[in-house]
């Protein structure tokens, strides 16, 4: 792992980046340098051939405790302007992670705090380590986890949300799992690791282009009335998806009882 990187990438095994979060000594905390970081890498994975997973970790002890103390002295002394354009890169990072065409693992190990929950809450799956807890803190030194609210209160629900947003109380890796946070807890960071692997494992089965099509499925059908529009855009979705190259690939390698091409 390069050192002096804040955020790494590491692509060298087939089908799999690892996204780590770098800055061990300050609990892999955000900074300006950081959001910048992982919103290229994002965008780099947005079109990279032959990912087919993507993992999120942390370097240390911690998965991430959020913004750095750095920052957060220096943005006291911001300008409107400055803090907007600061809170609006961390926003599209954010949403760069949660729109991304292949499916994201929150691998947490550690604390993830404030803004680190905030990633946990934008991969498609997160697991912990038993001895991980998470919380929303900023309410205990006077700010608001307003960027980050979208995504926590998808992944946890309005009414577990206002308890955790109001108090800044710390949760345990077994309460995140109760919520939904969280798809599964381990023992340690072994079986953390084991369990990541087997996901990983599943993702190889899946279609890319349809797992795409399916990410953006499941924001578009969340939470809408399901009315005659809504019947309509599904099954206009399988009527296409039914006549791509994964559709066919799919359906023929099923009744000739063969893999599918993305399963080899």
């Not at 997973?53 to 991430?64: A, H, M, P």
């Not at 697991?127 to 995504?151: C, D, H, N, Q, W």
Request: proline fraction near 4%.
């Amino acid at each position: 792992m390069a050192q002096d990187e804040v955020v790494t990438l590491n692509t060298t095994r087939e089908g799999v980046a690892v996204v780590t979060l770098n800055r061990p000594d300050v609990h892999n905390a955000f900074n300006p340098e950081v959001i910048e970081r992982l919103s290229d890498i994002f965008e780099t994975l947005r079109v990279a051939d032959g990912v087919r997973v993507v993992l999120l970790e942390g370097n240390g002890k911690s998965f991430s405790a959020g913004a750095d103390l750095a920052w957060m002295r220096a943005a006291a002394e911001y300008d409107k302007d400055t803090n907007a354009a600061e809170a609006n890169a961390l926003g599209q990072m954010l949403n760069s992670i949660y729109t991304l065409p292949k499916p994201t693992i929150a691998v947490v190990h550690g604390p993830a705090l404030a803004g680190g929950m905030g990633l946990v809450s934008v991969c498609d799956i997160a697991i912990a380590a038993k001895s991980a807890f998470f919380a929303l803190t900023e309410v205990r030194i006077g700010l608001t986890p307003a960027t980050i609210s979208p995504y926590v209160i998808e992944a946890i629900g309005p009414r577990n949300a206002r308890r955790y947003f109001l108090t800044g109380e710390r949760f345990s890796a077994d309460e995140a799992f109760r919520m939904g946070l969280v798809h599964g807890v381990f023992e340690d960071r072994n079986a953390l690791a084991e369990a990541a692997e087997r996901l990983v494992d599943d993702f190889f089965q899946t279609a890319p282009g349809a797992v795409d099509v399916t990410k953006k499925l499941v924001r578009d059908v969340s939470f809408a009335e399901i009315d005659k529009k809504l019947i309509q855009m599904t099954a206009d979705l399988i009527a296409s998806q039914r006549q791509t190259d994964e559709g066919r690939e799919g359906t023929t390698a099923f009744l000739e009882k063969r893999k599918p091409w993305w399963q080899e």
